[in-house]
């Protein structure tokens, strides 16, 4: 059987098959049947109705052009110190309360889609720069660990001891991305290698880098983020 699916649709069987990551009771084995080859929608289980929902509801931020990129103006911005973290080492996990906790390698995660955008990076500090940014969508990793009804927020946990927390709205935004190239390269550890967050719906706090674990929850907890509880905003939305 061959699936046809829309190019910017990315249904859960699509991305079980590119990841490899495919859970025998997932996929239809052989996939003898015809009868619901014209319905991919009723192969699975739903991913629940408020998930579905937000995935749908999203207005696109308008991207610039490549020429447009400032190399030079992304500065680093780093409260403590650069992980160094082996790539092939590195697991991402994702947690949380979800039917299907994962943890991806770098191979894995690079197997999934690549999306790349440019889009403007603004830091309270005072300081702006258009840049590009590669990566896989948080969505399409949302769906892959099949998130309770529950869920509301994100929270991201880095190797230098920051911690972010995020609305899932946001989370799910097709341009939350975790980026792992930046101008066209690979990104360095800096600028957080090897898997940050990119988006040009938040502010630069909000992107954290050197991602380790994603936990999805109902409620936020006491900690909500590293500047965040020095009094930051929390929404810190653009
Ligand atoms: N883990 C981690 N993520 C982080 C930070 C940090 O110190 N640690 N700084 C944040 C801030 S304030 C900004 S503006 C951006 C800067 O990203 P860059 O250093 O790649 O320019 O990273 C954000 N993510
Ligand atoms: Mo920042």
Same mark, same amino acid.
């Given at each position: 059987?061959?699936?046809?699916?829309?190019?910017?649709?990315?249904? #859960? #069987?699509?991305? %079980?098959?590119?990841?490899?990551? =495919? @859970?025998? *009771?997932?996929?239809? @084995?052989?996939?003898?049947?015809?009868?619901?080859?014209?319905?991919? @929608?009723?192969?699975?289980?739903?991913?629940?109705?408020?998930?579905?929902?937000?995935?749908?509801?999203?207005?696109?931020?308008?991207?610039?052009? $490549?020429?447009?990129?400032?190399?030079?103006? %992304?500065? $680093?911005?780093?409260?403590?110190?650069?992980?160094?973290?082996?790539?092939?080492?590195?697991?991402?996990?994702?947690?949380?309360?979800?039917?299907?906790?994962?943890?991806?390698?770098?191979?894995?995660?690079?197997?999934?889609?690549?999306?790349?955008?440019?889009? #403007?990076?603004?830091?309270?500090?005072?300081?702006?720069?258009?840049?590009?940014?590669?990566?896989?969508?948080?969505?399409?990793?949302?769906?892959?660990?099949?998130?309770?009804?529950? $869920? #509301? &927020? $994100?929270?991201?946990?880095?190797?230098?001891? &920051?911690?972010? =927390?995020?609305?899932?709205?946001?989370?799910?935004?097709?341009?939350?991305?975790?980026?792992?190239?930046?101008?066209?390269?690979?990104?360095?550890?800096?600028?957080?290698?090897?898997?940050?967050?990119? =988006?040009?719906?938040?502010? *630069?706090?909000?992107?954290?880098?050197?991602?380790?674990?994603?936990?999805?929850? =109902?409620?936020?907890?006491?900690?909500?983020?590293?500047?965040?509880?020095?009094?930051?905003?929390?929404?810190?939305?653009?």
């Amino acid at each position: 059987m061959s699936l046809i699916l829309p190019e910017r649709t990315l249904s #859960r #069987r699509r991305l %079980l098959q590119l990841s490899g990551l =495919s @859970g025998a *009771g997932l996929l239809l @084995g052989g996939c003898g049947s015809n009868l619901f080859s014209n319905n991919v @929608g009723q192969i699975f289980e739903p991913l629940n109705q408020t998930f579905e929902a937000l995935l749908l509801s999203h207005k696109p931020v308008p991207e610039f052009s $490549v020429s447009a990129i400032e190399p030079e103006k %992304l500065l $680093v911005n780093t409260f403590d110190f650069t992980p160094q973290i082996d790539p092939a080492q590195f697991r991402l996990i994702i947690d949380g309360e979800v039917s299907n906790p994962i943890q991806l390698t770098m191979a894995d995660i690079q197997k999934l889609p690549l999306t790349s955008m440019v889009i #403007r990076h603004i830091c309270v500090e005072g300081w702006a720069a258009i840049v590009q940014w590669g990566g896989i969508r948080l969505r399409d990793l949302v769906a892959l660990v099949r998130p309770k009804s529950s $869920v #509301r &927020y $994100v929270y991201f946990k880095s190797a230098d001891g &920051y911690y972010e =927390s995020w609305d899932i709205a946001s989370a799910v935004h097709p341009q939350t991305l975790m980026a792992y190239q930046k101008n066209g390269q690979p990104l360095s550890a800096d600028n957080g290698a090897p898997m940050r967050l990119a =988006s040009p719906i938040k502010l *630069g706090y909000k992107q954290s880098k050197w991602v380790t674990q994603i936990t999805l929850v =109902s409620n936020l907890l006491p900690t909500q983020g590293y500047w965040e509880d020095q009094g930051y905003e929390w929404f810190a939305g653009l």
